[in-house]
DNA sequence: TTGAAAGCGCTAACAT
DNA sequence: ATGTTAGCGCTTTCAA
């Protein structure tokens, strides 16, 4: 900037107004100005900026999921990016793996950083590391699950009354061994969409089944496994609930062609409806989720300061097929 | 800082050798101030920091991809984003949805708030802008594509060799009207596939049909049109070529149960194999793609001055059946 | 082992 | 309309 200066012949103090596109500089100072610009090919540097501007904020928000690769917290983070970029903010992102120590190191990273806001899919972990930035003004949003014992504004989703659904289907066709495949039961949309499956069963009088239900599935192929335990059973299940996207391809890869079991999942798969017969599915909107906190965060970071809300947006229930097998009804 | 000091009893220059765990400092000093530091629940502002120390960077570094919310991508950032986070850095991720004006606008931001490196999808537009920050310190590695007259390490794959081998494929099996079916022809990687298809058809002396070539598809309902304009033609194709994963479900979208035309398409889908036929696909390792260009990026921040590298990886041609239809060989 | 002074690049607040 | 001074939070450098 010092450079700058020197080139066009006036004050840092100039440079820094027509560089920030202040009023009260004389046209052609300015053009001399933006000359000297180009000519050094200048950038200010915005760290220092903010630095200086206490009360502006960096413009910089951090989102933290469980796994960016996920088709899910993909489709979310890019929701959150383009409200960000329309703002004119960016958008430090990271991964917790559901581990809460990387989930600390991660958002120690980013307030040390000063992002201005923290759109958060919470591990099991506490937070109450969070507090102290919280104090020091950088505002956090949950989304997809809540943090324990964190008063702040969260998005989710209907999990519970989801799941009930879906197995509401699989009763309604005569389906009354219906197992129920989960990731870690420590994850709260786990244990939410377990909650559901348990009160389907319960609204018809049926037990759950310890035997039926198998938590802390983590990959394709070990629920693949898990499956093929459940068909070793005196009284095998005919149907499946399957939790998330992962855990019901690992339930596809395991069922025959044409399937022998009735299969219904938590989250869409891009081509559930191609399959024979079309997958059964509740489908939950990650951009809807991403667009709605970072929205909240943004009205956090603008100076609404009302009371934490709690926003529950509604899946639904796409019927294909799938959840009538093996063709007993139509 | 200065608050800690003042509680502590000592000078910030303590504290701050403390904080920063350097060594000379007494350790029932150090006990002061690391108590004084939990009392106030002191973090160091890291832009601060980096401000004066010119020569240590940021630790931050930039991703820009094409479209994060494409599971391609996202597996691609999230392995990024692991190399980043073993190195102690945090990435700044941005979307350009193919747009120069998008993609200045995001890699702007990210220069501006002084990152150390950038990992870029790069548009088809120039990047004359990016001269002045590589000068300035900031590393520059290109993945997917590489950037039109700008020499920086660049990681691809062989998109050419796996478009011609699914071709040849389809050759082999019969067809010889087969379709082309891609996204905007002034993408590299497209221009790349669709070269590897005419090349297929050379190497046995047919002429590409420009009547079965259709460029700029963008969506699964787009596709599907395009698709259903080819079966109109009087000499319908009998095969098609999808160049990416979009596409290819878009296809799917458009052909019978069972299918009427044979597919092969660019990059694998999660439910590829379970399909009737099962898709046969090119596929690509994204995560070795991410975590190739990391590697390069950190040994270029960590000093490597070298003359740019190449890097080219292979595809894999996974040949599950949707090839061989309609069932004319087997 | 500790601290004082100066300065990283920028801008708020006050001159002129 | 432009410039001067001081200071954002930290660390380098040098002195004690």
Redesign the interface.
Known sequence: MKDVARVAGVSPMTVSRVVSGEAGVAPDTAARVEQAVRRL?Y??????R??RQKDLG?S?IGLVVD?????F???M???V??EA?RR?Y??????TNDEPR?ER??I???????VDGLILVPTIGGHGFL???M?AGTRVVCVDRPARGLAVDTVTVDNRAGARRAVTHLLDHGHTRIAYLGDRYDIWTQAERHAGYVAALTDRGLPSDPALVRHGLRSREGTHAALAELRELADPPTAVFTSNDLIT?GV??GVG?PPDVAVVGFDD????E???PPLTVVSQDPVALGGTAANLLFSRIEGDSSAPRSVILLTRFVERGSGRLPGRNL
């Not at 120690?108 to 000063?114: E, G, H, I, L, S």
Request: neutral net charge; glycine residues 8%; without cysteine.
């Open positions: 090919g950038q200010r540097n915005d760290n220092a903010h630095l960096t910089t796994d960016l690769a996920n088709p917290y993909a489709l983070a890019r929701s990016e383009d970029h004119g960016v958008v430090l992102v990271g991964s990387r190191e991660v120690a990273a980013f307030t040390a950083r000063q507090k102290q930035p104090r391809l596809l890869d062609h798969l891009p081509l559930g191609r399959l024979d």
